[in-house]
């Protein structure tokens, strides 16, 4: 019983030294200072097409062409949009003098015209009265007729409400337009802008512009064709930037975060490095993709990681095999900029 037990004593203690000796060793193994990842280079492609339905007048650039932001690549007839704005301006231009008139108001010379118009309509009423009046007291003496003294009575009260009608018409003339009428007017005014507006831009869509910079990959109408927003002209690689898209195993997630740099290396130029950086980690786990090779087991979960990377002199190639090298000593950064801010300084002199 005591051999036994004293035997039992020194296993407990050959185990507890060999697995303190086994930690010690694990923690004298350096950690490693880089994540090497591998996968292939990635573009976006971009279809682009006219908003109009015309007919393609001109294309301007051929498949396998470099083209920048902004660069015209083709063109549709525009003579009916051209009308169209035309007659666009021509209604804006009507209805501004119309604004402008209400705005205004009367005109001195129609004010003169009305208090003209009172004047004579206030002298004919006096007249007319006094012939009444005169007509009045002839036929109380039987002088006049009855008829005659109820004709001139008629002729003086239409006479007084001529002068009261002229009296009003002044009062409207001095006041102006009405709030309403100048207010409906400047709200037509608007419509017929924003018309023309929209002639405008259906004009400006007659040309089709290049989203950002790449390479026409494929031209897929020629000149007589007709264009539309459903079919496409021109297929556009936007090449600057591109990214890798490689795999990382769940124990390696925890070292990489956005933003973090990273370097490039493929085969077609083995001497030379291209910066990078991570801009994107899936937020979800998916199995080992057959086309990427890693020394995992390729029934582990992986996430996405897509390494960014400028390319002015357009060396990297969609489905060119990458590696990529990720130091994991560094800081971290409070912002990461753009990938347009990026390229834009790596490529500025």
């Not at 690549?73 to 804006?92: C, H, I, N």
């Not at 064709?225 to 090449?239: D, G, I, Q």
């Not at 591109?242 to 997630?253: G, I």
């Amino acid at each position: 019983m005591k051999i036994s037990f004293f035997s039992a004593i020194l296993t407990i203690l050959i185990l507890g030294i060999a697995t303190a000796m086994w930690w010690q060793n694990r923690q004298d193994e350096p950690t490693p200072k880089t994540l090497t990842l591998y996968g292939n280079v990635d573009i976006r492609d971009v279809r682009l097409a006219f908003r109009a339905t015309e007919r393609i007048a001109r294309l301007f650039v051929e498949e396998g062409d470099s083209v920048q932001k902004g660069q015209v690549l083709a063109t549709v007839e525009s003579d009916r949009l051209q009308q169209a704005v035309a007659r666009a301006e021509a209604r804006v231009a009507a209805q501004q003098q119309v604004v402008a008139r209400l705005q205004t108001g009367s005109r001195p010379e129609e004010i003169r015209k009305a208090r003209a118009d009172v004047l004579a309509a206030r002298m004919d009423a006096i007249d007319a009265e006094r012939t009444a009046r005169r007509l009045e007291r002839l036929a109380a003496k039987d002088l006049a007729t009855k008829q005659e003294r109820d004709d001139a009575r008629a002729r003086a009260n239409a006479a007084w409400a001529r002068w009261k009608a002229a009296r009003e018409t002044l009062r409207l003339v001095l006041k102006g337009p009405r709030e309403e009428d100048i207010a409906e007017a400047k709200a037509r005014l608007r419509a017929y802008q924003a018309e023309l507006a929209l002639s405008r831009r259906d004009l400006a869509d007659a040309s089709l512009l290049a989203p950002a910079d790449g390479v026409i990959e494929d031209r897929l109408l020629e000149p007589g064709e007709m264009a539309s927003p459903t079919r496409p002209v021109y297929t556009l690689a936007l090449t600057n930037p591109v990214w890798v898209r490689a795999y990382v195993s769940e124990p390696h997630l925890g070292k990489l975060r956005l933003g973090m740099q990273a370097f490039i290396f493929t085969d077609s130029f083995p001497d030379k490095r291209y910066e990078g950086w991570i801009g994107f980690i899936s937020p979800t786990a998916q199995f080992t993709p057959k086309n990427v090779e890693t020394p995992e087991i390729r029934t582990s979960l992986v996430y996405q990681v897509r390494i960014f990377a400028c390319n002015p002199q357009d060396e990297l190639r969609l489905g060119m095999p990458a590696t990529v090298v990720i130091p994991l000593d560094q800081t971290r950064q409070s912002t990461t900029p753009s990938a347009e801010h990026r390229c834009s300084r790596q490529t500025s002199p």
